[in-house]
C-alpha cells in the first residue's frame, strides 16, 4: 500500500535460478499511486438552514466516477436542483425534510484509484418550513354578549409566532389585526360578540423558515337582541 500523497516507486532486482543454474538478473520497477483523498472544498457547514433552501456541496474537479450520497429518498426528503451525477463535482440540493443531514461523496481519481470509503459533510442542520397542520373553519352564530367558541390553528416550524385577523369578506387578504386581547397573539382566538354583524378570520403563522397563512374561517354571525 501507498499511505502518502504521490506515487512510489519500488525497484526489485529478480535474479532467476532454476536447480544449480543462474539466470542473467534483471530488475522489474513497481509504481504504488495512492488513494485519493476525497474531500469537500465547499459545503453548508452546520447551520441551521430552512427545508426548501438551496444548499451547494463541492469536491475536487477533474476526477471521474463521482458518488453522491444523499440522506432518505429523492423527492420524499430532498430535491436535486443541479448536478449530482457521475460527471458532476457538485451539487445543489433542497432538503424537504428537517433534522440532521449528511452527505457523502467519493471518486475516482486520475491515476485511476478509488478511496477506500466515501468521505461525510458535516452534519447540517435543517429547520422545518412553517406550516399550518389544522385549522378551525366552522361557522358560529352568536347574540350580543354571547359567547363564541375559540378558533385554532395547529402549524409547524421553529420560534412561531401567531397574529390573528378579522375581515368583513371571507378573505386573508385586507382584513384588521386583533392585536394582542383574546389570545390573538397565540394559537387560539376567542371571537368577541360585542358588535352585530358578520366577521370571518385567519391567523398568519410566522417562524425562523417563512409565514404560512390559515384559511378563512367559516362567517361568525352576531344577531342583536330583541
Do not use: E, R
Not at 366552522?138 to 397574529?163: D, E, N
Not at 390573528?164 to 389585526?177: C, D, F, L, V
Not at 370571518?200 to 374561517?217: H, K, L, R
Amino acid at each position: 500500500t501507498n499511505p502518502t500523497g504521490t506515487p512510489q516507486t519500488a525497484t526489485y532486482t529478480v535474479t532467476p535460478t532454476y536447480g544449480s543454474c543462474t539466470g542473467a538478473s534483471f530488475t522489474v520497477t513497481v509504481t504504488v499511486n495512492p488513494l485519493p483523498a476525497v474531500t469537500f472544498t465547499a459545503q453548508p457547514g452546520a447551520g441551521p438552514v430552512c427545508a426548501g433552501v438551496d444548499v451547494t456541496y463541492t469536491t475536487q474537479a477533474s476526477m471521474t466516477s463521482y458518488v453522491w450520497g444523499f440522506p432518505g429518498t429523492v423527492t420524499t426528503d430532498y430535491t436535486i436542483t443541479s448536478g449530482g451525477t457521475g460527471t458532476d463535482n457538485t451539487v445543489t440540493l433542497k432538503y424537504v425534510t428537517a433534522g440532521s443531514k449528511t452527505v457523502t461523496i467519493n471518486y475516482t481519481n486520475t491515476n485511476g484509484c478509488t478511496a477506500a470509503s466515501a468521505t461525510s459533510s458535516t452534519a447540517l442542520t435543517v429547520n422545518p418550513a412553517t406550516a399550518i397542520s389544522s385549522q378551525s373553519t366552522g361557522a358560529q352564530t352568536q347574540c350580543i354578549g354571547g359567547t363564541f367558541t375559540s378558533i385554532s390553528v395547529t402549524a409547524t416550524g421553529v420560534a412561531l409566532t401567531y397574529q390573528w385577523y378579522s375581515n368583513t369578506i371571507a378573505s386573508t387578504t385586507g382584513g384588521i389585526s386583533l392585536g394582542s386581547g383574546n389570545g390573538a397573539q397565540t394559537n387560539s382566538y376567542t371571537p368577541q360578540a360585542t358588535i352585530a354583524g358578520t366577521l370571518y378570520y385567519y391567523c398568519i403563522v410566522t417562524g425562523t423558515c417563512g409565514s404560512a397563512t390559515s384559511a378563512i374561517s367559516g362567517a361568525f354571525v352576531v344577531h342583536t337582541t330583541t
